[in-house]
């Protein structure tokens, strides 16, 4: 079983950037996705990414102002936030999907990191 480790989140004004990586213990051909989720609310989907890179989703609320990656000879992903709102504020969670195809929704994952807490101020 894979672990995942997120890291990079942080308090930031409206309108900053942040960076957030996750580290895979393990090397994998899956897909890997970003979710956050706010307390009291279903986990939503950021961001998604398929093992070569060549394919990358994104939720609507996020499209143009965040960007994913991952480099596989580090067994990281990373997830590129720019231009930050009061709604991009939640838990980070990165995951692990069940297979090569693109992740979309939580159903797709199968293993899930911590999370890394993101504020953003007003």
């Known amino acids: 079983q894979v672990q995942l480790v997120e890291s990079g989140g942080g308090l930031v004004q409206v309108g900053g950037s942040l960076r957030l990586s996750c580290a895979a213990s393990?090397?994998?051909?899956?897909?890997m996705g970003w979710f956050r989720q706010v307390s009291g609310t279903e986990r939503e989907f950021v961001a998604g990414?398929?093992?070569?890179?060549?394919?990358?989703a994104y939720g609507d609320s996020v499209k143009g102002r965040f960007t994913i990656s991952r480099d596989n000879g580090k067994n990281m992903v990373y997830l590129q936030m720019n231009n930050l709102k009061p709604l991009d504020a939640g838990v980070y969670y990165c995951?692990?999907?069940?297979?090569?195809?693109?992740?979309?929704?939580?159903?797709?994952?199968?293993?899930w990191g911590k999370g890394t807490l993101v504020t953003v101020s007003s």
């Open positions: 995951g692990q999907g069940r297979s090569v195809r693109i992740i979309k929704s939580f159903y797709d994952i199968t293993d």
């Open positions: 393990t090397r994998s051909t899956s897909s």
């Open positions: 990414i398929t093992y070569s890179g060549g394919t990358t």
